[in-house]
């Protein structure tokens, strides 16, 4: 049974630092395409970063210079490091393995008070 589940979320305050986990199971880590999105309130769901299978990152515009999105195959863990985050990084976030079907996990959340 696939699984991922993301942690790390919490409230901190703007300029400051978060990082985000997913753990994920019940699927070969290293072969997926690792995602982030996120889903602020009031907000449709919105790409935030991805990582290939190859080590390959690309981000969204609003996160770029400021998110790092790393992966850990041995620990079948994504990271998200989050740096000088502003109030309009606050969403739930969730991450995805895509490999053909796509999988998501249950969202941590992220607010970032100004």
């Known amino acids: 049974q696939v699984q991922l589940v993301e942690s790390g979320g919490g409230l901190v305050q703007a300029g400051e630092s978060l990082r985000l986990f997913c753990t994920g199971s019940g699927f070969t880590f290293r072969g997926y395409v690792m995602s982030w999105y996120r889903q602020g309130p009031r907000k449709e769901r919105e790409w935030v970063a991805t990582i290939t299978s190859g080590d390959v990152t690309t981000y969204s515009d609003s996160v770029k ?50």
């Open 65 to 114: 210079g400021r998110f790092t999105l790393s992966r850990d195959n041995a620990k079948n863990t994504l990271y998200l490091h989050m740096n000088s985050l502003k109030p309009e990084d606050t969403a739930v976030y969730f991450c995805s393995a895509l490999r053909g079907s796509e999988y998501w996990g249950q969202g941590t959340q992220v607010i970032v008070s100004s």
